[in-house]
């Protein structure tokens, strides 16, 4: 597609359940981002790809949060013995990041997967 | 730490209306400030900053950059319905790649 693509889009699972969360970034884009947003936040950073590695993973918040992007393209956020207090809009974004790795600045967002945690 | 300051959190505002959106960062090393525009869940990009005191402009919308006072403006003109949404922004830290979000500020535009 044109764009960045999530799966689900909705997602209601119980507490202490396992959950993936996909995305499809734009077709050449090297650099993969993803970002939890609470009710009334801003998008609060979690992890960053360039290529098929995680060069920054210092937002992810513990280790119950995995990510990974195996062929440097779709990326799998993984969340196991999920609670309430991950329920969020996760969002990811992909950007060109050239052979520098310095990106152009602007992140291309997908429409979020919303997850639920009861 | 990095941080991304935004005000005011919330604005209500009527048609035809001009409006200011303030962001204030601290980010060492800065490369560039951006703002992007949220209606519902992705945000969509506006305008990226790089230098001080040059004005950026895109219809109704126009935002500006002061280095020295670390802060960026988001100026909004003749306020249409459709300009309600979050307005967001965001700069990377000193040693990556990722940006720091501000809470955003949600504008209704009333008709």
């Known amino acids: 597609g044109a764009g960045v693509s999530q799966t689900p889009s909705n997602k209601v699972t119980e507490k202490g359940k396992y959950v993936e969360l996909r995305c499809d970034p734009i077709?050449?884009?090297?650099?993969l981002y993803w970002y939890r947003q609470s009710l009334g936040q801003g998008p609060e950073f979690l992890i960053y790809f360039q290529g098929t590695g995680a060069a920054d993973d210092s937002g992810l918040p513990n280790d119950r949060f995995f990510a990974v992007r195996p062929e440097g393209s779709v990326s799998t956020l993984k969340i196991q013995r999920t609670e309430r207090g991950d329920s969020a809009v996760y969002l990811c974004a992909s950007s060109f990041n050239g052979r520098t790795g310095r990106g152009t600045g602007e992140l291309f967002f997908g429409e979020g997967s919303r997850l639920t945690v009861l | 730490e990095d941080k991304v300051v935004q005000s005011p959190l919330s604005l209500v505002v009527h048609e035809g209306d001009t409006v200011t959106l303030n962001c204030s960062y601290e980010?060492?090393?800065?490369?560039?400030l951006l703002w992007y525009k949220q209606e519902k869940k992705a945000p969509t990009f506006l305008f990226m900053l790089?230098?001080?005191?040059i004005e950026k402009k895109s219809g109704r919308l126009s935002s500006i950059l002061d280095k020295k006072e670390l802060f960026s403006i988001l100026n909004i003109t003749a306020t249409q319905t459709g300009d309600s949404a979050v307005y967001l922004c965001?700069?990377?830290?000193?040693?990556?790649?990722?940006?720091?979000f501000g809470p955003g500020t949600r504008l209704s535009v009333l008709p």
């Open positions: 790089t230098s001080s005191g």
């Open positions: 077709s050449g884009h090297t650099a």
């Open positions: 980010v060492t090393n800065f490369r560039s």
């Open positions: 965001a700069a990377p830290p000193s040693w990556g790649q990722n940006f720091v």
